[in-house]
């Protein structure tokens, strides 16, 4: 089995990946390892900014459990609530043999040469369970740090939420100030059990030397929900990712939401995919993207449905600051059969100048305005959240979008 | 308090109000008639300064200051305000967040206090969690118009339709809250605000007793007069037959 998957890996190590520029890993070093910390609050001052930036608490308050991996080093990991787990994906596969039957089994170890690198040369990452019929609804978070110049890290997240359980994570992925350029792989499969329920808030707050291409995949079994959120408001050098969600059991539910700002040089190529499997199965991806200065975004969403009664939608919204920003909206939709229904609703524009002059009329200048319509642009309700993370979520957004304004 | 004067403006090339004169003294309330595509709604863009509606001659004065040249918002904060004959939809942006916009607040929640200024226009909670105009109704355009209006308390306040696709017992509410915004329930004497209305319907009129009406007819003001005297006579005759009469008569 490993043997297996460690040479189909081998074969792949060259595999250009279908989307996004192509990136010469062999450039990234792979970093020194780290002392570990006791508390989260350790962590040296200097990074403290960069881990609240991700959504991340260093004081670990509102928070059920807490991971943080530092470039290759898990220098944190722990949980305080039961009914929940938290540990290295390398420990975890140590002490369950069974998780053997979640390695890869959501994406291909072949499917290009990141996989492959992060199969070959895996520097933890995080595992997380959610024991049957547990309930926790304050989140886990997670953080992976980058902290060192021209490294690589390489993570492989597992996260499993057992029968009638429900688990909120947020991952907010970092780089401190000091990292000129760097490549995060991520790769993170996501298991959803019947009748469970997982939110997954993610923050990038990068920076525009780092090039990032995670790769994850969502399985989900009957009455099975998955939310996920995904805010990146940082520049970035380049990013490429396209999550894709198997709703396979009966009425599995997913939503994805995104919301992306983009500026500088960003080049971000970044979508969501989902596969409607089950019976009566549901699909909405919603997102909002903003282009200005140089960004380039390609904004992806897919929607294949392949069962009765499945239902998908996609609701791609792009608005474009700078004439030398280009945004490419892609929908797509795929039926394999008649009874079901897919739709999807792309726009891609600039402020109306008519929206601007009726907030003036109402006493705002023409800057405070456009700050409005922005803001409001990029306002997606966030549902499926417990109140407490909804608002958190909120204020997170609000954060990210007070310093890119 | 708005002296306009020979006023002739351009929209995007084409000349839609001609050497236009009108004055409106503090504690007065003028009433705007016309035809469809007139100039009315120009009238009031340009008085509100919005960009694209290009003064290429006259003035106009407000409150003793020259604000030809002013930004929208040096005008408002002014005292000017207007509500919106067929405001935009703002994605995003809910109506209770505009109602705090013209409070004069950037950011706020939707408290008791705004709930309250809501219920007065029969405006339920839900409605200001809504993004503003996003799938309103016709006539609930118009009161949240109003509202936004009633907190942002202009001192000239200019009203585009307010009655339009208003069902009659919504006018009679809009009516009266006009009222009050005008200062129409305070004695003569004391009132201090002034507002212009156009209205094709007149309903409004029955609720807020307006101080003097005026005709427009392409881009110019053709005729005023009395306000029960011009609106009898464009129900009865039509607006050109209106003017006339007035030329003849004299001021009507
Ligand atoms: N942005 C524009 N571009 C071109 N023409 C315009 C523009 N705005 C207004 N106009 C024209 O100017 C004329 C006056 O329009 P305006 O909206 O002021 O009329 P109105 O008197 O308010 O009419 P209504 O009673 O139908 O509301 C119309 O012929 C209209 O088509
Ligand atoms: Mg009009």
Redesign the pocket.
């Known amino acids: 089995m490993k043997e297996d998957r460690i040479e189909r890996a081998e074969r792949a190590r060259a595999k250009k990946a279908a989307l996004g520029e192509d990136i010469a890993i062999e450039d990234y070093g792979t970093g020194k390892e780290h002392d570990a910390l006791t508390s989260l609050d350790e962590i040296p001052e200097e990074y403290k900014q960069n881990l609240l930036d991700a959504g991340i608490e260093p004081s670990e308050r509102e928070r059920s459990g807490s991971f943080l991996q530092r470039d290759r080093s898990v220098i944190f990991s722990k949980v305080k609530y039961p009914g929940l787990e938290l540990m290295s994906t390398t420990d975890a596969i140590e002490k369950y043999g069974w998780l053997k039957e979640y390695l890869w089994k959501a994406i291909p170890v072949d499917q290009d040469k990141y996989t492959a690198e992060v199969e070959l040369d895996q520097t933890h990452g995080y595992f997380i369970r959610s024991e049957a019929g547990s309930k926790v609804t304050m989140p886990v978070q997670s953080c992976l740090f980058i902290t060192s110049d021209k490294i690589r890290q390489n993570v492989h997240n597992i996260v499993i939420a057992e029968e009638n359980s429900e688990l909120h994570l947020i991952t907010g992925c970092a780089v401190s100030h000091s990292v000129s350029s760097a490549l995060h792989l991520g790769v993170s499969e996501f298991y959803v059990k019947k009748g469970a329920k997982i939110t997954f808030t993610m923050i990038h707050s990068w920076s525009s030397g780092v090039e990032v291409r995670p790769r994850s995949a969502v399985v989900i079994e009957d009455d099975g929900t998955y939310v996920s959120n995904y805010i990146l408001m940082t520049p970035v050098k380049s990013l490429q990712t396209y999550p894709t969600t198997y709703c396979v059991g009966k009425n599995a539910r997913a939503t994805s939401q995104s919301i992306v700002y983009a500026s500088g040089d960003t080049k971000i190529d970044v979508g969501s995919r989902a596969v409607l499997q089950g019976e009566g199965s549901k699909a909405e991806i919603i997102s909002r993207a903003i282009a200005t200065d140089n960004a380039r975004i390609i904004a992806r969403g897919d929607v294949i449905g392949e069962a009765a009664n499945a239902k998908g939608h996609i609701e791609c919204r792009g608005l474009m600051l700078s004439d030398t920003a280009t945004i490419d909206s892609i929908p797509e939709l795929k039926a394999t059969r008649r009874d079901l229904e897919l739709s999807h609703e792309a726009a891609v524009g600039k402020i109306a100048e008519e929206e601007i002059q009726y907030l003036m009329a109402r006493g705002l200048s023409e800057d405070e305005a456009t700050s409005v319509i922005i803001r409001g642009f990029l306002n997606v309700d966030i549902t499926g959240l417990p109140d407490a993370l909804a608002k958190e979520t909120k204020k997170m957004f609000d954060m990210s979008l007070e310093k890119v304004m | 308090m708005l002296k306009i004067k020979n006023l002739t403006v351009e ?2 090339g ?1 000349e ?1 109000i001609r050497d236009l004169n009108l004055n409106i003294e503090s504690g007065e309330v003028h009433v705007l008639f ?10 009031l ?1 340009t008085i509100l300064g919005f960009p ?1 509606y290009k003064v290429k001659k006259g003035t106009i004065t407000f409150k003793g200051v020259d604000i030809t040249d002013f930004t929208t918002n040096e005008r408002v904060k002014l005292g000017l305000g207007m509500s919106f ?1 067929h405001p935009p939809e703002i994605r995003g942006v809910k109506l209770g967040d505009m109602v705090n916009i013209a409070l004069g607040k950037k950011e706020g929640e939707i408290d008791e206090s705004m709930i309250e200024l809501a219920k007065r226009l029969n405006i339920a909670v839900e409605f200001l969690n809504r993004d503003v105009n996003l799938g309103f109704s016709g006539g609930e355009v118009k009161r949240s118009e109003i509202l936004q209006l009633l907190a942002q308390a202009p001192d000239f306040i200019m009203f ?2 307010p009655d339009s696709g208003v069902d009659v017992e919504n006018i009679e509410l809009i009516g009266k809250i006009m009222c009050e915004l005008l200062d129409r329930n305070k004695l003569p004497s004391k009132r201090e605000r002034s507002g212009l209305i ?1 209205t ?1 319907s007149g309903f409004v009129m029955h609720y807020i007793k307006a101080d003097r009406a005026h005709v ?1 007819l392409n881009g110019r003001i053709a005729c005023s007069g009395m306000p029960d005297e011009i609106t009898k006579r464009i129900m009865e005759d039509g607006f050109e037959r209106c003017v006339e009469l007035c030329s003849v008569k004299g001021a009507c």
């Open positions: 929209v995007e084409k839609i016309g035809p469809n595509g007139c100039g009315k709604t120009t009238l863009m694209n004959q585009d339709e156009i094709h427009m």
